[in-house]
């Protein structure tokens, strides 16, 4: 009876379904999911349909587009939902995950375990990090030809053209009626309604430049309230998202990013490149941003111009991030993290920062539901890379910019940033760049270099002149893994699993790779 007149009080409070801009839930199917330290969880798979007024703000062409009955633009999104069976179980945090050219990434991001990185797209429960610590997740489909049915026009040329922008509509306004609408205008009940408190949004890469997009022009409110308390930023680099215009399909118009073989893709570097410009931008129209926590990997740096997102257009000093913020550099980090990397010409990159997405997430959700002070930024130091052929260099829009990469150690290892036990004791070399560089998923997924086994083939230090005996290099990962737990960026969990793979894996056989234990 409780939570019923506590449902009733929140609809009171804010208002009706008819007021939402979603107007439709379809829940077209729900299966079990499993069973965690939360309670067990289903897995819901719908659709969303809303309606927007031709004068919605924000979104060019919007008022070329066909209406309905009612006189507005009508949208149509995929939905993923993984909840709890009890209504009253979970932590009260709502994760909003904005895939990837149609890949779900949260489960990837947050329950992908050490000895199998999971896949963007992978719906599977994994570690159950997530659900364990009782989050709702909500996969919200936003991009042209991957899930969202995106309203359209006919341009001057007779062309049929796609009203992209939209796709910053979609995931507001589905936020906002999960998090806080009874049900829809036909009475279907929300099944979130009265279970969230909060929410968060997550973003990786692409996603990550579609977060800053929609703060930058104005996404982050509805209905006269904040949508996404929280943000949480992976590997987006210094870009933003081009779909603030009409693309002529079949593919979305954010599809594309600068790259070696691209370097001057339009509308991912030709606007505000610093996250304090974009908070800026939201608090002078009197919003309230979120707490944000950005993430950037070392191959970032050199493929993705990610320096511009700490200095701005010009320059090499770092600007000052504002209070709500923190940036975090995985030292070593690649963007993402694969086992093999067929068209490239070295291994790829092997560093597990999967347990700093967990970390942080803890800690980003307990400083938005408690202000609970999270750690403070943490960053490497950088040096100009002008002219090097390994590193992307700044667009011909920006003559002023300097692209700077992180400095580096006399091993080859990056300096400063979050160090975690796989780069604070290591085995090789991480966060190198990758060959062909012209081949993107080379540009991205980054290389390792083992170190020697024995002494005598020059180079850096070996791996008998490092470690005395097994023991000696156990005990550095786990005081490493202490000290990476007490700044805050490795879970008691994950910072046991991370010493037991060392212990289990005999670095000194020849028989064993060398590279990071998993």
Not at 143 to 170: N, W
Not at 373 to 392: C, F
């Amino acid at each position: 009876m409780k939570r019923i007149l506590c449902a009733a009080a929140l609809v009171l409070a804010l208002g009706t379904a008819a007021e939402a801009k979603v107007v439709r839930l379809e829940i077209v199917g729900k299966q079990p999911y499993g069973s965690f330290a939360a309670g067990a969880y289903e897995r819901w798979d719908g659709r969303v349909v809303g309606e927007l007024a031709l004068d919605e703000a924000g979104i060019p062409d919007l008022d070329k587009a066909g209406r309905n009955a009612a006189g507005k633009v009508e949208y149509g999104a995929r939905i993923i939902l993984f909840l709890p069976v009890d209504p009253a179980a979970g932590n009260g945090a709502l994760l909003v995950d904005v895939p990837n050219r149609g890949k779900a990434y949260a489960h990837a991001l947050y329950n992908s375990p050490r000895a199998l990185p999971m896949a963007s797209g992978n719906l599977d429960a994994g570690t159950g990090f997530l659900e364990d610590r009782g989050y709702r997740v909500a996969e919200v489909y936003w991009e042209l030809g991957q899930g969202a049915d995106l309203p359209s026009f006919t341009d001057a040329e007779g062309r049929r053209r796609f009203v992209e922008g939209v796709g910053f509509a979609i995931v507001r306004d589905a936020a906002d009626f999960l998090a806080h609408a009874a049900g829809d205008a036909a009475g279907t009940p929300n099944p979130l309604a009265g279970g969230v408190s909060r929410t968060l949004a997550v973003g990786k890469s692409q996603d990550g430049r579609f977060l800053k997009t929609f703060l930058l022009h104005g996404f982050n409110r509805a209905e006269g309230r904040r949508v996404f308390d929280g943000m949480h930023v992976f590997v987006s680099g210094a870009g933003l998202l081009p779909i603030l215009r009409s693309g002529l399909g079949p593919g979305s118009s954010a599809d594309g990013a600068p790259n070696f073989a691209d370097p001057e893709f339009p509308g991912v570097h030709d606007g505000r490149l610093t996250v304090g410009a974009i908070v800026a931008a939201a608090e002078a129209r009197g919003e309230v941003p979120p707490k944000a926590m950005l993430l950037n990997s070392t191959v970032d740096y050199a493929s993705l111009r990610a320096s511009l997102g700490r200095t701005g257009a010009s320059g090499t000093a770092d600007l000052a991030l504002p209070g709500n913020v923190r940036m975090y550099d995985v030292a070593g980090a690649s963007h993402v993290t694969v086992l093999k990397a067929e068209p490239c010409t070295l291994p790829p990159g092997r560093l597990d920062w999967a347990p700093v997405a967990r970390a942080t997430l803890q800690r980003l959700d307990g400083w938005v539901a408690r202000n609970e002070p999270p750690p403070e930024t943490r960053l490497m130091p950088l040096e100009p890379a002008t002219g090097d052929p390994a590193v992307l260099q700044p667009p011909k829009a920006l003559p002023d910019a300097v692209v700077q990469v992180p400095r580096r150690d006399a091993d080859g290892n990056p300096l400063g940033g979050v160090r975690l036990p796989d780069i604070a004791v290591p085995l090789g070399v991480h966060g190198l760049q990758n060959a062909p560089l012209s081949t993107f998923t080379c540009s991205l997924v980054g290389a390792y270099r083992p170190f020697a086994r024995t002494a005598g083939g020059g180079g850096p230090p070996s791996l008998t002149e490092r470690y005395r005996n097994q023991a000696d290099y156990v005990n550095r990962v786990r005081a490493a893994a202490r000290e990476a737990a007490a700044q805050g960026f490795l879970l008691p969990e994950d910072a046991a699993i991370v010493v037991n793979a060392a212990a289990e894996t005999p670095i000194f056989d020849a028989q064993t790779p060398s590279a990071p234990p998993r």
